[in-house]
């Protein structure tokens, strides 16, 4: 096995925290009508907090280091904390619209030597753009700060999570990634906000475009039959999430907090808080009945605690969007087959 | 050719890493590069501060590893000329 992962692995089966992402601030200059953001009445981590916070995860051994807001360059310390995190010898990614960045950011950017700046990309005209993001001029600034970046050798990815306000604009999307010569991710997945409001459901994509996308995106696929001590994701083992209040959460998805920073030391939540101890013991296969008899379950890799949390208020219960991928996924291996209905309350798919 | 034992690595300031007991992984985002190090080349990759001559470096493995002075002083200029060719050190003099 590869070195790197056989250690991963290692660090899972050990509980070491390894990646952390952050969210700086919740405080955003654009508004995108999906963000899943809930900003609460309260002040966010101070520069000393901060700071504080940076030397307990690397005591802890995190090495990979996310941040992410809101938008993360709205703060105007933001420098100050990625540079000493640099000295701290974290990796750091850094998740921005890239609408901020000038010349003179790019370049403190750049000198910060960044793993990978991930841009998000929600469409490919100004009209699309703007119809999800607000703002004014809101394409030409993300692609006016993706380009200062990449002029300074900053290695940019373009994220794009697939809706259908945007889906049509998918292949110019592509283009527009293509022609940017930068990686293009997307993702299927519009998340209820932080405190569980599904405003967006009605965006997610409809079932035939899941099928015709998995048709003509997914690497090849092999059903895989998941034993009862398979995880559905490492969610607790490695990697954790800390708001902009100092909380910390299993993942981006779950959240359930696990403590708060101004409270208690990072790593007594880390190997302490119930909910780590809950995931680190329980989250199995063998817990999660429905998914573990479910005819579609070799089909299933979206399955996501966080959203089952707030969809279903079960950390082990199938969630719909994960059914309705496996079943799209199920149609587009065996389009002459009848689609199987998942065990669960989903209607029959089309 | 061998280095020259007084130059003074040093990890590139681009590099990030962290040592998970005694096995460093390296993330260099210049060179797009994951690389984990055993535990010997873990120790020399936290040696190489800029401080630590390529001669020091040896002298503190040869006590630490209990090898020859000069068995150490051929691994560590091995190491660090193969860490200078990816550009995941610095040498000064």
Redesign the interface.
């Known amino acids: 096995m590869d070195?790197?992962q056989s250690?991963l692995d290692?660090?899972k089966r050990q509980h070491?925290p390894y990646a952390v992402t952050w969210e700086l601030t919740h405080r955003c200059n654009l508004a995108c009508f999906m963000c899943y953001n809930v900003p609460r009445a309260q002040p966010e981590l101070s520069t000393e907090e901060a700071l504080d916070v940076l030397e307990q995860l690397a005591r802890a051994?995190?090495?990979?280091l996310t941040f992410t807001g809101g938008e993360v360059l709205a703060r105007r310390d933001f420098l100050t904390i990625a540079r000493r995190a640099?000295e701290l010898?974290?990796?750091?990614d850094i998740k921005t619209n890239a609408t901020l960045i000038t010349p003179e950011l790019a370049d403190e950017l750049a000198a910060l030597?960044?793993?990978?700046v991930e841009v998000s990309l929600l469409g490919a005209t100004p009209e699309t753009v703007q119809g999800v993001m607000g703002g004014h001029r809101t394409l030409n600034r993300i692609l006016g700060g993706v380009r200062l970046l990449l002029n300074r050798?900053v290695?940019v990815t373009l994220n794009s999570l697939m809706m259908r306000i945007n889906l049509h604009e998918r292949e110019a999307m592509m283009a527009l990634a293509r022609e940017l010569g930068v990686p293009h991710r997307m993702v299927f997945k519009i998340s209820p906000d932080d405190d569980g409001n599904d405003k967006s459901r009605g965006q997610q994509l409809p079932f035939e475009d899941m099928v015709t996308l998995y048709g003509e995106m997914c690497e090849p696929f092999q059903p895989r039959p998941g034993h009862p001590r398979a995880r559905t994701c490492s969610v607790g083992l490695h990697a954790c999430l800390i708001d902009p209040y100092g909380v910390v959460f299993p993942c981006i998805e779950l959240r359930i907090p696990a403590g708060s920073l101004r409270q208690q030391p990072f790593e007594t939540i880390w190997r302490e808080a119930p909910i780590f101890r809950e995931l680190r013991e329980r989250h199995t296969l063998a817990h999660m009945p429905a998914c573990r008899t479910c005819p579609l379950q070799t089909y299933c890799e979206g399955r996501c605690s966080g959203a089952a949390w707030k969809e279903r208020g079960d950390l082990y219960a199938p969630h719909t969007l994960a059914c309705r991928q496996a079943q799209a996924r199920y149609h587009s291996l065996h389009p002459a087959e009848p689609i199987p209905s998942p065990a669960f309350f989903l209607e029959p798919a089309p | 050719m061998s280095l020259p034992d007084h130059l003074t690595p040093r990890r590139h300031?681009?590099t990030?890493?962290?040592v998970?007991e005694g096995?460093a992984?390296l993330?260099s985002?210049?060179q797009?590069m994951?690389?984990?190090l055993n535990v010997t080349g873990s120790r020399i990759w936290e040696l190489m501060d800029g401080e630590h001559s390529i001669a020091d470096i040896a002298a503190i493995l040869s006590q630490e590893f209990e090898v020859s002075t000069a068995h150490a002083l051929s691994s560590v200029r091995a190491f660090v000329q193969e860490l200078a060719e990816r550009q995941l050190v610095q040498l000064a003099s």
Do not use: Q
């Open positions: 070195p790197y250690l290692r660090l070491t051994g995190v090495l990979r640099r010898d974290f990796a750091i030597h960044p793993v990978e050798g290695r | 300031p681009d990030a890493f962290r998970f096995e992984v993330i985002p210049a797009n994951v690389r984990t």
